[in-house]
C-alpha cells in the first residue's frame, strides 16, 4: 500500500511481513485538479496521484520509521523532524514485549517556527516547517560530510526549537539517544496523526 485518503478519525489497517522498513507520513491540503492530477500542499510526493508508487514524502514532512525484525525480534520505531514538520504523529505499538513505549511529537511545531522555515499556504497561514537542513542545505545542519558522525554534527539553535516541542522525536540526524524506541514480539503499531 502506498497511499490512501483518509478522511478524519478514519483509520486503516496495513499489513507488512517481516523483515520490513519503512516510513508513513500524512499528506494535507490534499485535491484533484480539472485533469486528474492528485497534489497536496504539504508532504506530497510527486506521483500526481492517491498512490505514491514507491516515492517519498517532499520535505518538509512529519515522518514515522519503523523497521520490522524476523521472528518477533527486536523492532525500531520514531518519530522523525530530520525532514521537517506538517502536523503532529505518533507510533504506539501494541502488545510486544520489552519497552515497546510510543514515540509522539503531539505539538503544532508551525506554531514556533521561525520564519525563514515556514511554509505558508496561499491565504498566508504556516502549513509546515522546514528542517535547517531542508531550508539551509549546510553539512552541519545535514550530518553530511565533513560533519557526518555524532561528534561532528551536534544539536544545533535550530534543531533544538524541534527538540523543545517534541523531545521524543528525532530533531536531527543523530539525535538517537532519546528518540529511538524498541519493542519485541510482533506487536502492531498504531500510528495516529
Keep these: ?11 486503516q489497517s496495513v499489513d507488512a511481513s517481516s523483515p520490513w522498513s519503512g516510513r508513513f507520513w500524512a499528506r494535507t491540503r490534499c485535491s484533484t485538479d480539472a485533469a486528474g492530477k492528485f497534489t497536496c500542499e504539504t508532504a506530497d510526493c510527486g506521483s500526481g496521484q492517491v498512490a505514491c508508487n514507491g516515492a517519498g514524502a517532499v520535505p518538509p514532512a512529519t515522518l514515522v520509521e519503523i523497521t ?4 518477533g525480534g527486536q523492532d525500531f520505531y520514531d518519530v522523525s523532524l530530520v525532514d521537517g514538520f506538517n502536523l503532529p504523529m505518533s507510533v504506539a505499538p501494541q502488545g510486544g514485549t520489552g519497552e515497546c513505549k510510543p514515540s509522539t ?3 503544532n511545531v508551525n506554531a514556533v517556527c521561525p520564519a525563514q522555515f515556514q511554509v505558508k499556504a496561499a491565504d498566508g497561514s504556516v502549513i509546515s516547517c522546514k528542517s535547517a537542513c531542508v531550508a539551509l542545505g549546510d553539512s552541519k545542519y545535514c550530518c553530511t560530510p565533513p560533519n557526518n558522525t555524532p561528534e561532528t554534527c551536534p544539536p544545533t539553535e535550530y534543531s ?12 536531527y540526524a543523530y539525535d538517537d539517544k532519546n528518540s529511538t524506541f524498541t519493542c519485541s514480539g510482533g506487536p502492531d503499531y498504531v500510528i495516529t496523526f
Excluded: D, H, R, V
Design 105 to 107: 511529537c503531539p505539538a
Design 160 to 171: 533544538q526549537i524541534f527538540e523543545q516541542q517534541c523531545p521524543q522525536a528525532y530533531s
Design 1 to 11: 500500500l502506498t497511499g490512501f485518503e483518509l478522511a478524519s478519525k478514519a483509520s
Design 68 to 71: 520490522i525484525a524476523e521472528n
